[in-house]
């Protein structure tokens, strides 16, 4: 016996887990032990975003680096 409410579930199911979660590497990757521990003595946001600039000419903006803190660090 055919049941639209289980096949329904199943066909969303199916999608969603072919939709996935896309992760897109972030330019921070490369360096993101450095951003960590710069973070562990106390370097603002905006000394990281200095740095990550004169360093390897990395522009961000310092949110972005707060973002990626939250994210991994």
């Known amino acids: 016996m055919f049941d639209a409410k289980l096949?329904?579930?199943?066909?969303k199911q199916q999608a969603k887990e072919k939709r996935g979660?896309?992760?897109y590497?972030?330019?921070l990757d490369k360096v993101?032990?450095?951003i960590?521990?710069?973070r562990e003595?106390?370097?603002s946001f905006?000394?990281?975003?200095?740095?990550l600039h004169e360093r390897h000419n990395?522009?961000?903006e310092s949110s972005t680096i707060y973002r990626w803190v939250k994210r991994h660090g």
């Not at 096949?7 to 066909?11: A, D, F, G, N, P």
């Not at 905006?46 to 740095?51: E, G, L, R, V, Y």
């Open 32 to 34: 993101g032990l450095e």
């Open 58 to 60: 990395i522009e961000v």
């Open 25 to 27: 590497p972030s330019r």
């Open 7 to 11: 096949e329904v579930k199943r066909l």
């Open 21 to 23: 979660i896309r992760y």
């Open 41 to 43: 003595e106390k370097a």
């Open 36 to 38: 960590i521990r710069m």
């Open 46 to 51: 905006q000394m990281i975003q200095q740095s």
